[in-house]
């Protein structure tokens, strides 16, 4: 069993920047698919980015291309999303992901049925 623990969310002026952490524990993480989504109030949950075991391949939504970068440290146990530039309409709580071990990455990364373990979220607001 896997758990997922997310940090570093928080209140930021639009423009500003956050950087959020995952710490997984009680499994394997290096050979996962890593992913953050996000869902604000009343919508969907929607993918943000997904990075693959080594992190060579990486997937973004449209919307934070150029501003939100994933890494991985698998010394750490760690997935990471920088967010600069935030906007209003990043506000959301952002969940950590963790696909099954051993499953490859494919082009059904950004779907939420890939992942298997789900951190609690950690809430963004973005104020004016």
């Known amino acids: 069993q896997v758990q997922l623990v997310e940090s570093g969310g928080g209140l930021v002026q639009a423009g500003g920047s956050l950087r959020l952490s995952c710490a997984a524990s009680g499994g394997t993480f290096s050979n996962r698919v890593m992913a953050w989504f996000r869902q604000a109030p009343g919508k969907d949950r929607d993918s943000v980015a997904a990075i693959s075991w080594s992190g060579g391949y990486t997937y973004y939504t449209d919307s934070v291309l150029g501003r939100f970068t994933i890494s991985r440290d698998n010394a750490k146990n760690t997935v990471y999303l920088q967010m600069n530039n935030l906007k209003l309409a990043d506000t959301a709580l952002y969940f950590c992901?963790?696909?099954?071990?051993?499953?490859?990455?494919?082009?059904?990364?950004?779907?939420?049925?890939?992942?298997?373990?789900w951190g609690q979220g950690t809430q963004v607001s973005v104020s004016s």
């Open positions: 992901a963790a696909g099954r071990a051993s499953s490859g990455w494919s082009v059904n990364a950004r779907r939420p049925n890939e992942y298997a373990y």
